[in-house]
């Protein structure tokens, strides 16, 4: 194997292929700076998803280590905290150029860890690129307020870093999620410890040695790794003062309830159940290929996906155009140019996907088109799901009521809007929806009566761009989606607001001793 001077994890020498086994290397911590390896007794294999081939080992990171990366971000905070928001922007500038450097390789990391193609993981590294990129500019949007509230009197609001700050990582978006967090987190004078999903590290800890590179001061980030324990840990940390979390409802409510029992602030983006409803007057071609790609793109691992198609009426007769569009769709190997639809993470989701699938037709549903059992010649022990369409279902499915978080399409039928509305609006959850149609007036009434964080009209994934919030809806979104990630929700939730109202006399006049309230 090459050295690597980070040896930050298999990540730093990707093959860029399938096709060569290397020896994994084990992934490290990154704590005060430094790439360092575990004393783990506990842990977890990286397989490739297209060949189950082991990529590297995570470590279930130890109680010491993890006290070393919070003591490593306390240590650091007064100097960061201290250091001018113009250099702070410097680094990062370097940070978004060093982005953009190495995006490739962090693409690659991305396929060959999660098994997304590397187109779509190019487009991963973008969607947090451009958070970074937005975090360059928040020296204009970090400005308190000020007024001269009477004579001699003024009152000064200030943003104030919240301190150390803790992120706990999904594995669906392993470059996007952290940077939805650590630019923001530290832009604005915070320290950072952040644990990404221990099921694909690697982008992440190439983002680590980017920052390095750009000049962050020791101990400003740093990376632990590891699952439950590592994430009560965070929970219960004193000196933590925030935990930002993407993933799962089992987890995400449980993460929400601890850290918020602890004192903390919690944002904690949780599941998804997306919509897509097809107005008889839509454009066929466009809606068709939009919901192919956004049901299909990424097997169905993102938390955008549309995995539920609402037929309004006659647009039930475009079924069967849709499901020879789905069958097109290459599944392949990540890397393979021609590649569509890469393979799940783990042999347990593509179980677990397979076995929702199978009590569709159990329950009644029909399954129109079947990737269960999908083979890929060239790669015999991938975990692939083909392109899946279930008709004929009804909301107490398991199929309907569970996020399936795989390439399957549910599709239900429904006479009116209206009606459609209300089906959408019953679901528990409230990530996304989209509504396809030319007609204005409908669209109006959609965007108005529907409940989610995120509605397209026309557009399949509707992720807004970092100057909005990505925020969300009913069970989708802890706390009643109170805090919500990135644009300017995203710095209030990693900065403390102190107000000060000072008076500096310009003459002595002196009111005597006043032991009531102000009144006039
Ligand atoms: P996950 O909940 O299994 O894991 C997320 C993180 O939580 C990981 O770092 C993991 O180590 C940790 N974790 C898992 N179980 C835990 C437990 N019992 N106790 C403490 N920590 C635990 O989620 P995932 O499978 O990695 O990601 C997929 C999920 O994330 C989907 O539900 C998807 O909808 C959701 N997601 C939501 C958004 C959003 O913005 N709403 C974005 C991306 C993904």
């Known amino acids: ?39 783990a007794i506990e842990w977890f294999e990286v397989h490739d998803p297209a060949t ?58 991305i396929t060959l860890e999660q098994g997304k193609t590397f187109k779509d993981a190019k487009g991963d590294v973008l969607r947090g690129l451009q958070v970074a990129e937005t975090a360059c500019g928040i020296t204009t949007q970090l400005t308190g307020e000020l007024l001269e509230v009477a004579k001699d009197m003024e009152t000064r609001s200030y943003r104030e870093p919240l301190g150390v700050v803790a992120a706990i990582c999904p ?52 990376i632990v790794h590891g699952s439950r324990d590592t994430v009560n840990f965070l929970l219960d940390e004193p000196c933590i003062k925030a935990i930002s979390f993407v993933g799962s409802n089992n987890a995400g409510e449980y993460i929400y309830s601890r850290g918020s029992a602890n004192g903390k602030r919690v944002q904690a983006n949780l599941g998804a159940k997306n919509h897509a409803v097809v107005l008889p007057d839509a454009d066929t071609d466009h809606t068709l290929n939009a919901i192919v790609g956004a049901a299909f793109g990424a097997a169905g691992q993102r938390c955008m996906a549309l995995s539920v198609l609402v037929m309004v009426g006659e647009s039930k007769k475009w079924l069967p155009d849709l499901v020879e569009r789905a069958k097109q769709l290459v599944v392949n190997g990540g890397f393979e140019k021609d590649c569509d639809v ?30 269960r059992g999908y083979r890929v010649p060239k790669y015999p022990n991938g975990n692939f799901v083909g392109p899946t369409v279930i008709t004929n ?21 429904v006479p009116t809007l209206d009606e459609a509305v209300r089906l959408v609006n019953r679901n528990e959850y409230g990530n996304g929806v989209a509504v396809f149609t030319r007609s204005g007036p409908a669209a109006s009434y959609f965007q108005k009566n529907i409940e989610a964080g995120q509605v397209g009209i026309n557009v399949p994934i509707p992720v ?56 006039h």
Not at 393 to 404: A, G, L, S, W
Not at 464 to 479: D, E, V
Request: with cysteine; proline share 7%; hydrophobic share 40%.
């Open 52 to 109: 189950n081939n082991i990529v590297t080992r995570v470590p279930q990171t130890t109680g010491d280590e993890l006290r070393a990366a919070v003591v490593s971000a306390e240590t650091a905070f007064p100097a960061w905290r201290a250091t001018s928001i113009i250099a702070r922007q410097q680094i990062m500038f370097k940070f978004v150029h060093l982005i953009r450097v190495h995006w490739d390789r962090l693409a690659a990391s």
């Open 171 to 222: 594995f669906n978006f392993p470059a996007m999620i952290p940077l939805w967090c650590i630019p923001l987190a530290i832009v604005t004078g915070n320290c950072i410890v952040l644990k990404p999903s221990e099921r694909d590290p690697g982008a992440a800890l190439i983002l680590a040695e980017l920052l390095q590179e750009a000049g962050l001061p020791k101990g400003v980030l740093n």
């Open 1 to 39: 194997l090459p050295a690597t001077t980070s040896a930050a994890s298999t990540a730093s020498h990707f093959p860029n292929t399938h096709d060569k086994v290397l020896d994994p290397i084990d992934t490290k911590n990154f704590i005060d700076n430094e790439f360092t390896n575990s004393a």
């Open 342 to 371: 890469g393979p799940v993470v783990s042999p347990s989701s593509k179980e677990r996907i397979e076995s929702v699938i199978k009590s569709a037709g159990e329950q009644g549903a029909s399954i129109l088109l079947d990737g």
């Open 393 to 413: 279902v009804t909301t107490n499915m398991r199929c309907y009521k569970e996020e399936i978080f795989g390439p399957v399409l549910v599709c239900v039928s």
């Open 464 to 519: 807004p761009l970092p100057m909005f919030s990505f925020s969300g809806n009913k069970k989708s979104i802890a706390g009643g989606g109170a805090n919500t990630f990135y644009g300017k929700p995203g710095l209030n939730f990693y900065t403390q607001t102190k107000t000060v109202t000072s008076l500096w006399r310009s003459e002595n006049t002196g009111t005597g001793k006043q032991v009531v309230m102000p009144s």
